[in-house]
T-cell receptor, first 116, second 113 residues
Framework: AQSVTQLDSHVSVSEGTPVLLRCNYS??????LFWYVQHPNKGLQLLLK??????LVKGINGFEAEFKKSETSFHLTKPSAHMSDAAEYFC??????????????FGQGTILTVHP | DADVTQTPRNRITKTGKRIMLECSQT?????MYWYRQDPGLGLRLIYY???????NKGEISDGYSVSRQAQAKFSLSLESAIPNQTALYFC????????????FGPGTRLTVL
């Protein structure tokens, strides 16, 4: 079984300040983890993914995330927020074994608001 | 051109009507998925198909059915739509071994009155 918990449903930052979106997961197997972004009235776009290589993963638009097995976390960060980062972000775990192999489980989403 | 397309993009229908949402992909992937998105709940898996002859229920399949007409096409049907099926529906594909990214279509916004 697997699950994902995004610890904040809303995060608000000022433009130019750091962004931290928190995600914890549980998985029966070594997981693959993803962050997707959804801008208003748009589909989902992949930001970055962890698939058992380097634990610090760099994605598009300056985002990065660190896989911490001991903390079962995969938090998303960006050093300096931009107005265009305002969107909803989803942390996702992919089943790596068992009968659910390949299936994704989504977190509830975190809405990021960026103030001028 | 988009790799994963969904039609229609928006649909308003009435309770009891039969609705079909269609998904096509040009990525050559064997695996296809249907999700629905509701505010505060993220995306939940309705059905998935690992190849043309393999179709499986997801976590919320009740009230839905699917058809995998070809490798590139995967349709979702609501036999008798009800208001709590009002949601945003996404189709996705992934590569054959399942280790790579899922690629999502633009979504279909369905409203059941």
């Amino acid at each position: 079984a697997q699950s994902v918990t995004q610890l904040d449903s809303h995060v608000s930052v000022s433009e130019g300040t750091p962004v931290l979106l928190r995600c914890n997961y549980s998985s029966s197997y070594s997981p693959s983890l993803f962050w997707y972004v959804q801008h208003p009235n748009k589909g989902l776009q992949l930001l970055l993914k962890y698939t058992s290589a380097a634990t610090l993963v760099k994605g598009i638009n300056g985002f990065e995330a660190e896989f911490k097995k001991s903390e079962t976390s995969f938090h998303l960060t960006k050093p300096s927020a931009h107005m265009s980062d305002a969107a909803e972000y989803f942390c996702v775990v992919r089943a790596a074994g068992g009968t659910s192999y390949g299936k994704l489980t989504f977190g509830q989403g975190t809405i990021l608001t960026v103030h001028p | 051109d988009a790799d994963v397309t969904q039609t229609p993009r928006n649909r308003i229908t009435k309770t009891g009507k039969r609705i079909m949402l269609e998904c096509s992909q040009t990525k050559g992937h064997d695996r296809m998925y249907w999700y629905r998105q509701d505010p505060g709940l993220g995306l939940r898996l309705i059905y998935y198909s690992f190849d043309v002859k393999d179709i499986n229920k997801g976590e919320i399949s009740d009230g839905y059915s699917v058809s995998r007409q070809a490798q590139a096409k995967f349709s979702l049907s609501l036999e008798s739509a009800i208001p709590n099926q009002t949601a945003l529906y996404f189709c996705a594909t992934s590569d054959p071994d399942g280790r790579d990214t899922q690629y999502f279509g633009p979504g279909t916004r369905l409203t059941v009155l």
